[in-house]
């Protein structure tokens, strides 16, 4: 199994600033990484898909990357409505795994 | 629109079995394959496996291999999540989920409280 290593797994930042979560994949998954938000409560929301796709809805302060084994997540210039737990993903072989989170909450 | 809509909340004893629908609207059935979550509390997400209606196929993750059934119902658009000899962490919320870009879709969850 493909296991994924985010990091790291909280942190705690202020409105306005600049953040950047790793994600590291025991083998090459080549692109094919999706980005999870979760708010607390909430279900989860695909953010990013094929490593750096933004979907449609995303503002474009979040921006993503990576192929082979080490992707990122980027969120610049954070909100308020940003402040969730973010996983990645990895649909390049089954079973799809999933990282252990990030969880983003405030200074 | 599309939606998934999951059955309600289900307590079990250790070593029993339970069965979760999720019913799917709003979309053709067979084009998509769905796919089951879970998440216990303050937990991660781990993935159980998933159902190809339109190729008939299922897929689980070997963790679950055995005592997990995942089978559906083209007739009224619901897929099933079964997870026999249970036990005290299998508690979690599961979720089936259609993981397709651009737009993902979730169930709202179903508890599992597997307790003696």
């Known amino acids: 199994d493909v296991q994924l290593t985010q990091s790291p797994s909280s942190l705690s930042a202020s409105v306005g600033d600049r953040i950047t979560i790793t994600c590291r994949a025991s083998?090459?998954?080549?692109?094919?990484v999706n980005w999870y938000q979760q708010i607390s409560g909430r279900v989860p929301r695909l953010l990013v898909s094929?490593?750096?796709k933004l979907q449609a809805d995303v503002p474009s302060r979040f921006s993503a990357g990576g192929s082979g084994t080490d992707f990122t997540l980027t969120i610049n210039n954070l909100q308020p409505e940003d402040f969730a737990t973010y996983y990645c993903?990895?649909?390049?072989?089954?079973?799809?795994?999933f990282g252990g989170g990030t969880k983003v909450d405030v200074k | 629109q599309v939606q998934l809509v999951q059955s309600g909340a289900e307590a079990r004893e250790p070593g029993a079995s339970v069965k979760v629908s999720c019913k799917t609207s709003?979309?053709?059935?067979?084009?998509?394959?769905l796919n089951w979550v879970r998440q216990a509390a303050g937990q991660g997400l781990e993935w159980l496996g998933w159902?190809?209606?339109?190729?008939?196929?299922?897929v689980y993750a070997q963790k679950f291999q055995g005592r997990v059934a995942m089978t559906w119902d083209t007739s009224t658009g619901t897929v099933y999540l079964e997870l026999h000899s249970l036990k005290i962490e299998d508690t979690a919320v599961y979720y089936c989920?259609?993981?397709?870009?651009?737009?993902?879709?979730w169930g709202q969850g179903t508890l599992v409280t597997v307790s003696s």
């Open positions: 989920a259609r993981l397709t870009s651009p737009r993902d879709y």
């Open positions: 709003g979309y053709t059935f067979n084009s998509f394959d």
């Open positions: 094929s490593a750096s």
């Open positions: 083998q090459p998954v080549s692109f094919f």
């Open positions: 159902v190809s209606p339109g190729s008939g196929n299922t």
């Open positions: 993903q990895q649909s390049y072989s089954q079973p799809l795994t």
